[in-house]
């Protein structure tokens, strides 16, 4: 099924409330269809305990030691 | 007195300034004399500020005449993307909404680099709002590539790759949030650096898409980078977001041999649509590495970077629609067609797929990290998969070409973003059409002082940084 034009004007009424030409609220649904099969595909791997700021923490544990 | 200073590199010029071969003066009217005689065709820049320039830069050559202690940028002269705010200066972010804009606070990069001593000669051409690689804005004249001005200087930081390209000034900041400071270094033939996402305070920049939004440096050399980033990087209390990681002395260790240092070729993904003549003159500069003493190896491009590569899109679409919801309900007008076009997907997003995007990014960086960096230290990719379109590929193209333009553009950087990852684009010659081409270090977080000196050895056996445009 995925996203139509009919939900993306239904939800611009209802809460974007942004211009959309007929020509965009055409076009807008392709571009969610595969945004949102880029977050499908990686559904299996979100670990219930992971937060946003894990990436911070992260990046710090990896941080590159140039000490010889 | 030394030659043309416009045409010095920046270390060498701050070094002339300080020892007295030149001066300020000298080095900001050389470097207006050429904005006058090139910019006319170039338009890199949007704002040219000649009296506060030379103002500034009698003052420099005053506190070198009493024997001040000098900055390490004193009397350089640099310009930067029009999205730095300096409190009640026009920072109009290449739109027209913004176009009387006077920002309350002054960007902290900027208060630093005036506290070394840099000069700023005006404010520089970019996509409008960040939003776009190609370097296309019809709110402003044609900026192009001084390569060849049919070209695109691709984007969004198109002023500052060609106004360094140009010698027009010494360095420019630019922004990255998937590709704006490598793209045009690499299309302009200038070094720029990705930092490490958070290592370079945001305060008083535009925002884009602040989970990806990077401060970085354009100059023609990794050494004249280290030395901008000397000034930038570190912790600001003004950005909560910024990385309080110790700060190395990034020009301290450019020289420094690079043996045992591994580069690695990734398969797959990085290769996927790349030019033969854009491949080629990668694979000529990775046997340069290895001349140098590092040593190369081959790395299975992990899976994780193609989710990072999809979702990257998601979360920026998503931060930089909130950015704009108001501006997009009440004065739509105020946007160019493409750019409120890039923005409108962003409104229709879930919730959920968005914050599921930040939660996996902490995961995808590990995963990727693990997958690399046990067998090398940094990765080398092309910068562009092509040489730079023409301004008609950016302008008459229909919906599927120019997306497909506009993807193809980006597949190589953007999701560097995703993962928050330091990278640079260091030219390594020209394209069979006589463009100028780049290759890409990625490297583990916070090792830009490891990119800068890779990049630095290699431009020691190259002269690719030395090439000006337009015959002089």
Known sequence: MGVTEALVRAQNTALARIPLTDLRASEVPIELNQLAAAAEAVRNLLQFDAEPADFVQTLHALAWDDRP | ?472
């Open chain 2, 1 to 472: 007195m030394t030659g043309d200073p416009a045409l010095l590199s920046l270390t060498d010029l701050a070094a002339a300034i300080a020892a007295r071969r030149t001066t300020a003066r000298a080095a900001a009217e050389a470097c207006l004399a050429r904005i006058e005689a090139l910019d006319g065709q170039l338009a890199s820049f949007v704002a040219v500020d000649r009296e506060g320039a030379l103002r500034a830069a009698d003052a420099a050559d005053a506190a070198v005449a009493r024997g001040d202690r000098l900055g390490p940028l004193h009397g350089v002269p640099l310009a930067h993307k029009d999205m730095y705010y300096r409190e009640g200066d026009v920072t109009a972010c290449g739109s027209r909404i913004r176009a009387a804009f006077r920002p309350p606070v002054t960007a902290t990069v900027l208060q630093r680099l005036d506290a070394a001593g840099a000069i700023t000669l005006g404010r520089l051409a970019m996509v409008e709002f960040a939003m776009g690689p190609h370097g296309y804005n019809e709110n402003l004249r044609q900026c192009r590539n001084p390569w060849q001005l049919g070209h695109v200087p691709c984007g969004s930081s198109s002023g500052s790759g060609v106004a360094v390209a140009a010698r027009l000034v010494a360095g420019s900041l630019g922004s990255d949030t998937g590709g704006s400071v490598r793209c045009p270094a690499s299309a302009n033939g200038v070094v720029g650096l990705l930092p490490t996402w958070s290592r370079v305070s945001r305060h008083g920049v535009m925002p884009m898409s602040p989970s990806l939004d990077s401060v970085g440096p354009l100059a023609r050399t990794a050494a004249d980078c280290a030395r901008l980033m000397g000034v930038i990087a570190g912790p600001d209390p003004l950005d909560a977001t910024s990385s309080r990681q110790d700060v190395p002395d990034y020009e301290a260790g450019l020289g420094r041999p690079l043996g045992g240092v591994r580069v690695g070729i990734p398969d797959g993904y990085f290769g996927d649509g790349v030019a033969a003549d854009v491949g080629d003159r990668v694979a000529a500069a990775t046997e340069t590495l290895r001349g140098l003493g590092a040593t190369i190896v081959t790395v299975a491009t992990p899976e994780v970077i193609q989710a990072a590569a999809d979702l990257h899109p998601l979360v920026m679409k998503a931060e930089g629609a909130a950015n704009h919801h108001l501006w997009m309900r009440d004065a739509p007008d105020g946007y160019s067609r493409e750019v409120r076009q890039r923005l409108q997907a962003g409104y229709f997003i879930p919730a959920s797929d968005y914050v599921q995007a930040l939660k996996l990014r902490g995961q995808l960086l590990q995963a990727f990290a693990d997958a690399v960096f046990a067998k090398a230290d940094v990765l080398i990719t092309p910068v562009l998969p092509r040489a730079a379109p023409t301004i008609a590929e950016t302008t008459t193209a229909d919906g599927a070409s120019y997306l497909a333009m506009v993807v193809a553009l980006t597949r190589n950087t953007k999701p560097i973003n995703f993962l928050g990852l330091p990278a640079i684009s260091v030219p390594c010659g020209f394209t069979d059409a006589g463009l100028p081409t780049s290759f890409q270090l990625i490297g583990r977080p916070f090792s830009e002082a490891l990119l800068l000196r890779l990049a630095h050895g290699y431009q020691t056996r190259s002269d690719w940084h030395t090439r000006v445009p337009l015959g002089a």
